[in-house]
Nanobody, 126 residues
Framework: QLQLVESGGGLVQPGGSLRLSCAASGFTLWYYSIGWFRQAPGKEREGVSCIDSDGKTNYADSVKGRFTISKDNAKSTVYLQMNSLQPEDTAVYYC????????????????????WGQGTQVTASS
């Protein structure tokens, strides 16, 4: 059974850092594209970053230069390193998966993904 489990969320002061993990089980991460999304209260779920099955990455403009996505196929885990967190980054963060490579200009679209985790809360507040 394919499963995605996010972890690493928490409360951090503005300017701080967190590293989120997305642990995959039940499938071979190598063949899948993974996206990170977030949803703040009252807002639509939006794409944050993605890494496709070939290792190509993409980022939303709002996080470029602050967030870094990476994956460890041996550990079946995808990471999202988040630096310089700001209050506007506060949201529930989800990872999602779809088999194969996703065209880069579409990999931040939630409709492209088949499988979703349950989310982890990130709060940047003083």
């Amino acid at each position: 059974q394919l499963q995605l489990v996010e972890s690493g969320g928490g409360l951090v002061q503005p300017g701080g850092s967190l590293r989120l993990s997305c642990a995959a089980s039940g499938f071979t991460l190598w063949y899948y594209s993974i996206g990170w999304f977030r949803q703040a209260p009252g807002k639509e779920r939006e794409g944050v970053s993605c890494i496709d099955s070939d290792g190509k990455t993409n980022y939303a403009d709002s996080v470029k230069g602050r967030f870094t996505i990476s994956k460890d196929n041996a550990k079946s885990t995808v990471y999202l390193q988040m630096n310089s967190l700001q209050p506007e980054d506060t949201a529930v963060y989800y990872c999602a998966a779809v088999v194969g490579a996703v065209v880069q200009n579409m990999c931040l679209m939630k409709s492209r993904y088949t499988y979703w985790g349950q989310g982890t809360q990130v709060t940047a507040s003083s």
